[in-house]
């Protein structure tokens, strides 16, 4: 139920996201104004971020097959890295023209200019408010912080318009666009290191090896682990291996423990795992996995 709240919400959002940038494009052009153009560049890639987020939502609902053991959550995570390079690209373009117009300020329409600005700045608080503040789904929360980032930028269009009509300084115009610039730069930033953290299988950033292993030895009949593997198949959805060494005992006996130490990740917000019962405590034992030929007791 919750996704198909999240994919109707995203499709609303998505729709006004593309009306408002044709708007915001047709009136920098049409008023010269850089801080407009800046602006309808960064809704754009907002409605590309949100598509990223629509497209998630359905494929999540895709299940798992022959090819795809794990799903197909890193397709969402690829296109959001293709997305932080665009904003990152997108912004340099702005810089480029910014100061070009910062050395040799054109004429800019000021009656097409801010009655646009604000135009755009209303849609997106209107957004904001379909997309919410309180999100248990990252997809919708990746969406709204994109909507938010955009409401500044525009906001900041509207503060350039009104300074150009009542001092004529039209020097504020590229400044205003490298603002937009530099919010652009800081997304994209964040998405591509966010993206390659989880290509590159690191620890999920909130998540401790070492206490996660400390709380499960604290089951009574857990006597060692080791070989700890933790990572992200896709945002927000984590993975656990473990080789985990309990007291010989029946193997119905062993599956209770194993329940356990499910439960007890499945709390820390763990939802996949893979636990491997062992009875033999290595010589070498270690929470990391150093691909070398371990020695155990025989």
Same mark, same amino acid.
């Given at each position: 139920?919750?996704?198909?709240?999240?994919? $109707?919400?995203?499709?609303?959002?998505?729709?006004?996201?593309?009306?408002?940038?044709?708007?915001? %494009?047709? &009136?920098?052009?049409?008023?010269?104004?850089?801080?407009?153009?800046?602006?309808?560049?960064?809704?754009?890639?907002?409605?590309?971020?949100?598509?990223?987020?629509?497209?998630?939502?359905?494929?999540?609902?895709?299940?798992?097959?022959?090819?795809?053991?794990?799903?197909?959550?890193?397709?969402?995570?690829?296109?959001?890295?293709?997305?932080?390079?665009?904003?990152?690209?997108?912004?340099?373009?702005?810089?480029?023209?910014?100061? $070009?117009?910062?050395?040799?300020?054109?004429?800019?329409?000021?009656?097409?200019?801010?009655?646009?600005?604000?135009?755009?700045?209303?849609?997106?608080?209107?957004?904001?408010?379909?997309? &919410?503040?309180?999100?248990?789904?990252?997809?919708?929360?990746?969406?709204?912080?994109?909507?938010?980032?955009?409401?500044?930028?525009?906001?900041?269009?509207?503060?350039?318009?009104?300074?150009?009509?009542?001092?004529?300084?039209?020097?504020?115009?590229?400044?205003?666009?490298?603002?937009? &610039?530099?919010?652009?730069? %800081?997304? &994209?930033?964040?998405?591509? +290191?966010?993206?390659?953290?989880?290509? %590159?299988?690191?620890?999920?950033?909130?998540?401790?090896?070492?206490?996660?292993?400390?709380?499960?030895?604290?089951?009574?009949?857990?006597?060692?682990?080791?070989?700890?593997?933790?990572?992200?198949?896709?945002?927000?959805?984590?993975?656990?291996?473990?080789?985990?060494?309990?007291?010989? +005992?029946?193997?119905?006996?062993?599956?209770?423990?194993?329940?356990?130490?499910?439960?007890?990740?499945?709390?820390?917000?763990?939802?996949?795992?893979?636990?491997?019962?062992?009875?033999?405590?290595?010589?070498?034992?270690?929470?990391?996995?150093?691909?070398?030929?371990?020695?155990?007791?025989?």
């Amino acid at each position: 139920m919750m996704e198909h709240s999240s994919i $109707r919400k995203l499709s609303f959002t998505l729709g006004i996201t593309l009306f408002i940038f044709i708007v915001e %494009l047709l &009136g920098g052009i049409i008023s010269n104004s850089l801080a407009l153009l800046s602006d309808s560049g960064h809704v754009f890639t907002d409605s590309f971020a949100i598509v990223l987020s629509l497209l998630a939502a359905i494929i999540v609902k895709k299940p798992s097959g022959k090819i795809a053991t794990y799903g197909y959550y890193k397709i969402g995570i690829l296109a959001a890295f293709i997305n932080g390079i665009s904003l990152i690209l997108i912004a340099g373009l702005i810089f480029f023209e910014g100061y $070009r117009r910062l050395i040799n300020p054109p004429y800019i329409d000021f009656n097409i200019m801010f009655p646009v600005a604000v135009f755009g700045f209303l849609g997106n608080l209107i957004m904001a408010w379909i997309l &919410g503040h309180k999100h248990e789904d990252l997809n919708i929360k990746s969406a709204w912080l994109h909507v938010i980032g955009d409401t500044v930028s525009s906001a900041g269009v509207i503060l350039a318009a009104i300074i150009i009509k009542f001092t004529g300084w039209l020097i504020v115009d590229p400044l205003i666009s490298w603002f937009v &610039g530099i919010l652009l730069i %800081l997304g &994209g930033i964040r998405v591509v +290191r966010d993206s390659l953290w989880i290509f %590159l299988d690191f620890v999920p950033k909130g998540f401790d090896i070492e206490v996660i292993s400390n709380e499960i030895k604290k089951i009574d009949g857990i006597i060692d682990i080791h070989d700890v593997h933790i990572w992200s198949i896709g945002y927000g959805y984590i993975a656990f291996s473990a080789h985990v060494v309990v007291e010989d +005992r029946l193997l119905s006996e062993a599956d209770i423990l194993r329940k356990q130490i499910e439960n007890k990740i499945n709390e820390m917000g763990i939802k996949h795992s893979v636990i491997q019962i062992e009875t033999i405590k290595c010589k070498k034992s270690s929470f990391h996995c150093h691909y070398e030929k371990t020695i155990c007791d025989q």
